[in-house]
C-alpha cells in the first residue's frame, strides 16, 4: 500500500522537482555569464592567466554558452542537447581552471564541476520534464 502512495506521490511532485532542478542548475551559469559581463576585463586576464588563446574570444564565448545556455536550460527549451553542452563546458573548465588539486580551493572548484556535469547528465538522460518547452 505505502509503494502506491509513494508512486502518487513522485508522479505528483516529478514535474516540480525536475523544474527545480533545472532552475538551480541553470543559475550558476546565468549567474557567471553575468559576472563575466560585469568584469570583461578582469575575466579575459583570468583566461589569459591560465594560457589559453585569444582570451578575448574565449571570454566572449563563455558568456554565450553561459547565459544562453542557462537561460535555455531554466525554460527546458532543447533540454538534453543544451545539459549536454553545459556538460562539456563544466568538465572542460574543471580542466583548464582547475586542475590544481593539491590546492584545496581547486580542488573543490574542479569536483563542483565535475557534479555540475552529473547533473546535467541526468538531465540528457530523462530530458528536462513536463514543466518545459520540451514537455519531456
Known sequence: MSNINEQAIGASWQPWV???GRVLLAAIFVLSGIAKLADPAGSAGYIASVGLPAPQFALWGAIAVELLGG??????YKARIVAAALAIFS???AVLF?????DQTQ???FF???AMAGG????VAFGGGRLSLDRG
Open 18 to 20: 525536475a523544474t527545480t
Open 71 to 76: 537561460l535555455a536550460l531554466i525554460a527546458g
Open 91 to 93: 568538465l572542460a573548465t
Open 98 to 102: 582547475h586542475a590544481q588539486l593539491s
Open 107 to 109: 580542488f573543490i572548484m
Open 112 to 114: 563542483k564541476n565535475v
Open 120 to 123: 546535467l547528465m541526468q538531465i
